[in-house]
């Protein structure tokens, strides 16, 4: 029995059935296609499948997919502007906040919604920020590092 | 060219999980529900009636179909023990641990074969187990394998030095244990893989997160019986590894699969099938006493060491061949007069044992830290005092160590110093004095860790072999394979430094295609990438650069001496506007190289050819046997305030200093560093695989086994020193294992420290809140006892 669901994933709006069983990470990923968003625990563990839900992280594993009805989503792909990639990206390439980058999508949403919501950001109120995104490779030195100066960045206007 | 990080940060990582082809099936394995058991019957047929279910596979198939999974390493040396069990990649009428692989389905999608997978029926008759190694060990215990005489699979003996004289000479011997808890990497990402079988062709491709494609290409083509000519192996993108993914034998399952089916087929693992079935590492118990002077100096330790192997470490895996660096590396980076040192590797109904960021000389070395520590409190003296008192000295390089690895190059003392300057240890201590009046308890604790890298062991997957190509394409482009497959640790990156420094081009203009089993090697394990792989790379280069250097000469009219190459330039140094771009070299080297063509000495010696392939071998190894060719330091400083209400350790101050050798990138180097510091603090403080009483592992996710957030993983802070190696084409050292061993090492030292008035020696590790909340309260209870 499938279930009528409509959302915008990155501005595109799209109507689709789906079988009301579907998580939204099963959904963006093997629907829509949208591959940036990583399945690591699937249970709501590591972070990695994060997006924004009408601008807000969530794990998307943990989310319906009919729980996205009418809702505006957001993934890395939609941070791109053409073949720019997002100031916040930028940041994490020149601090080195990545190194395999499986975590990195879920990480980039997740310090989007900070950086756009918190302004200014202290290192501890950074890395309380993302504690709900897990990273093995980095030790979070480059993470917080780039998130910081993004936040800055974007107060002398680079950033959108 | 886009290079590989601005690809992922882009979300155009290709993982595993990525892949789509035309026709691809999923497979799901399914997993035992016992600890040890009989398989008495598999009834599969309500699962095959499902719709979209292509096959099912059992032990049944495997071995009618496959080969047992080929034996790592077969060690047996005079006076050991080293018993090799006889494998199959799925589970054949036994499982020995909770979740091994028992069957697996194939669908045409994932959740149809999760579905399917529930409607096998498996009956299967319990038997007595054993998740304990001193269990294990007793007589009358239950035996894996019932064709051995006990649940030793491997005992191995070093006498190193005079370990008889040292004793005697001594003024006092102190008892030493150390017990470090079951651990493992489960980075992010789990395995997986989708092999492709061409009928027609008879040939297998496999991609997958592939550490090691190479040695995976091998295992694969054995267990399949297939020649190895018609296998190949590709890494894909790779979510982190850590030594984690340098094994196979589910991989063998899904090719199988493909064989079956004719179609593509995918696999991939999510973490709870991940920590379940993974290699688990770590688990090892110490005993063991040590000859010291009264004033500080080391002579001579007795010790044994158990393993917990889980079922084995020889066949899925390598695990068992790391008892060796673990009683190896116990002399660290002192001056001793003898040894002993025994291991035993003990099978037990736990998940197989393979390799982990330290693989087995992080065990040894850990020991002898808490070893040090303890001789310290004895005498009187501080912790940085006992090292020094008996570091090897910088003048003493190349020193052959009792252990009969040879020291390539360190500066010991140096190391240390800048760590204890870097963290202001005197005032840490003043401070450390005044909060204790205040009944606040906070501890300086270190750690000195030489990191032995880039492992050649015979008889053994892992000799030591290595390729590495460097080509000049017609457009002028550079192409660099070899076996350092890119796991995050920055492969591609290195490769392209090391090329673009010797041969002048353009860093944009080198590609490093992902590592495919075409090229042979064993792969970025034991941090070998800067020790084998940088330097057959830079040695390839070279070799190169004299055949630009050659070819540069005729088409410039030049003596060769006076070209040389900048910034993608190939120019005479006396009249610079004698110039060719790399792509005009490349073009008229390849098709138009003039009316007169090449002079016949360039062509009789194949010097127009832009093409090298070369290998490099350790000649420290050669030379001295030394199984390890460099040998890094790092000095860890941490400074910790201990909770005495909750028993919870914050880390106020983190200090790393390290000598890599000539380091080809500082920020690859700090990255390793970050990651392998709070990895270790992981496992200092949180991280631990804990089996029920049952024999089912409790701790299966993230929420159980807690690895550092970013809240619990302090700033770090990092000092540098170089003392290039003497024996690596470049000078670089392997690195990136010292910082996950000294890390353990000095946040456990820094805990014992803080505890100082409660006279607790903190001998196993986590050192969770819950036990260390326990420590305090069973010692306020008790005056004047050790408690651990």
Known sequence: MKVPVRFKVNKEEHKLEVDPRTTLLELLRNQLKIKSVHRGCEVGDCGACTVLLNGEPVYSCLTLAVQANEAEITTVEGLMKDHELHPLMKSFLENRGLQCGYCTSGLLMTAYFLINNLGELTEEEIRKGIEGNICRCTGYMGIVKAIKAAAEGKNSGNWW | ?788
Not at chain 2, 1 to 8: D, T, V, Y
Not at chain 2, 204 to 231: N, Y
């Open chain 2, 1 to 788: 060219m886009e290079n590989k990080e601005r690809r992922l940060v882009s979300g155009k990582g290709q993982f595993v999980d990525d892949l789509e082809f035309a026709g691809m099936a999923s497979l799901v394995f399914v997993g035992s529900p016992y600890a040890h058991a009989k398989i008495l019957r598999i009834d599969v047929n309500k699962a095959l009636e499902t719709v979209g279910v292509l096959t099912i596979i059992t032990g049944k198939e495997i071995v009618e179909l496959t080969n047992p999974l080929p034996v790592q390493a077969d060690l047996k040396g005079p006076g050991w023990i080293w018993r090799l069990p006889k494998v199959y990649a799925l589970a054949v009428a036994r499982v020995r641990w909770y979740g091994e692989p028992v069957a697996a389905v194939v669908a045409e999608d994932e959740n149809t074969a999760r579905e399917a997978a529930d409607l096998i029926e498996i009956e299967y008759e319990p038997l007595p187990f054993v998740n304990d190694v001193v269990e294990a060990m007793k007589p009358g215990s239950p035996l894996l394998y019932s064709e051995w005489e006990s649940n030793v699979q491997a005992h191995v003996k070093f006498d190193f030095g005079d370990v008889d004289s040292a004793f005697a000479e001594a003024d006092r011997v102190i008892k030493v244990s150390w017990r470090e808890g079951r651990a493992s990497g489960f980075p992010i990402e789990g395995r997986g893989c989708v092999a492709s079988y061409d009928k027609i062709m008879e040939s297998l491709t496999v991609w997958g997160s592939f550490q090691t494609p190479f040695t995976a290409k091998h295992i694969f083509a054995e267990t399949l019986g297939m020649p190895e000519v018609k296998v190949k192996i590709v890494s894909v993108d790779i979510g982190g590894a850590f030594g984690n993914k340098l094994h196979t034998w589910k991989g063998q399952v899904v090719a199988l699969a493909s064989v079956l089916t004719g179609r593509p087929v995918k696999w991939f693992e999510l973490l709870r099938e991940w920590i379940v079935t993974g290699p688990h590492q770590r688990d090892v118990v110490w005993e063991g006493e040590v000859a010291i002077k009264n004033d500080g100096r080391v002579l001579g330790l007795k010790a044994n060491v158990i393993i917990d192997l889980g079922v084995e470490g020889t066949n899925r895996g390598l695990g068992t061949m790391s008892i060796i660096p673990a009683c190896c590396s116990v002399p660290n980076a002192y001056h001793w007069k003898g040894m002993h040192v025994e291991g035993y590797g003990i099978v037990t109904n736990k998940s197989f044992y393979c390799a982990y960021r330290g693989y087995g000389k992080d065990k040894g070395i850990k020991f002898i830290e808490r070893v040090m520590d303890q001789v310290a409190r004895e005498v009187g003296i501080t912790p940085e005092e006992v090292r020094f008192i008996n570091f090897i000295q910088p003048d003493e390089f190349p020193y052959r160590q009792i252990n009969n690895y040879t020291y390539d190059s360190g500066n010991y003392p140096a190391v240390l110093n800048k760590a204890l300057e870097l963290a202001v240890v005197k005032y840490c201590r003043e401070r450390q004095r005044e909060l204790t009046q205040q009944g606040k308890y906070i501890g300086v604790g270190m750690a000195f860790t030489i990191e032995p890298a880039g492992i050649a062991a015979p008889n053994t997957l892992f000799g030591g072999m290595t390729e590495a190509n460097v080509k000049i394409m017609p457009d002028g482009t550079v192409e660099v394979n070899s076996d350092w497959t890119d796991l995050g640790q920055g492969a591609e990156e290195s490769n392209a430094i090391i090329v673009s420094d010797i041969l002048g081009c353009k860093i944009e203009d080198i590609v490093v295609p992902p590592v495919t089993s075409d090229w042979i090697g064993m792969g970025p394990l034991s941090s070998r990438g800067a020790v084998y792989i940088a330097s057959a790379v830079a040695k390839a280069a070279k070799m190169i650069r004299e055949k630009i250097l050659t070819c540069a000469s005729v088409f410039l009219k030049e003596p060769r001496e006076n070209i040389d190459i900048a910034d993608g330039i190939i120019y005479s140094v006396d009249d610079p506007e004698k110039r060719l771009t790399y792509k005009e070299l490349a073009q008229r080297v390849y098709f138009f190289p003039g009316p007169r063509a090449f002079p016949k000495e360039v062509l009789l010696k194949h010097d127009h050819l832009l093409d090298v392939t070369t290998t490099w071998y350790s000649p420290n190894t050669a030379e001295t046997g030394s199984t390890y060719t460099t040998f890094c330091s790092s000095a860890d400083v941490a400074v910790v305030e201990v909770d005495t209400q909750t028993g919870v350790t914050k880390i106020l101050k983190y200090v790393h200093v390290h000598d890599a050798g000539k380091i080809i990138s500082q920020e690859i180097v700090d990255g390793q560093i970050h990651g392998g510091v709070v990895q270790g603090i992981g496992e200092a403080l949180y991280e631990k695989l804990v089996y029920s009483q049952n024999g089912l592992l409790l701790s299966d996710s993230y929420s159980d086994y807690l690895m550092p957030t970013a809240t619990d993983s302090p700033d770090i802070i990092v000092g540098h020193l170089e003392t290039p190696s003497p024996f690596t084409e470049l000078g670089s050292k392997g690195m990136g294992e010292a910082p996950i061993i000294g890390s353990k090492a000095a946040i456990i030292a820094a805990i014992e420290d803080a505890l100082t008035p409660f006279n607790i020696r903190v001998s196993n590790s986590p050192a969770t809140r819950e036990k260390v909340w326990k420590w305090i309260r069973d010692s306020q209870k008790k005056s004047n006892n050790e408690v651990t």
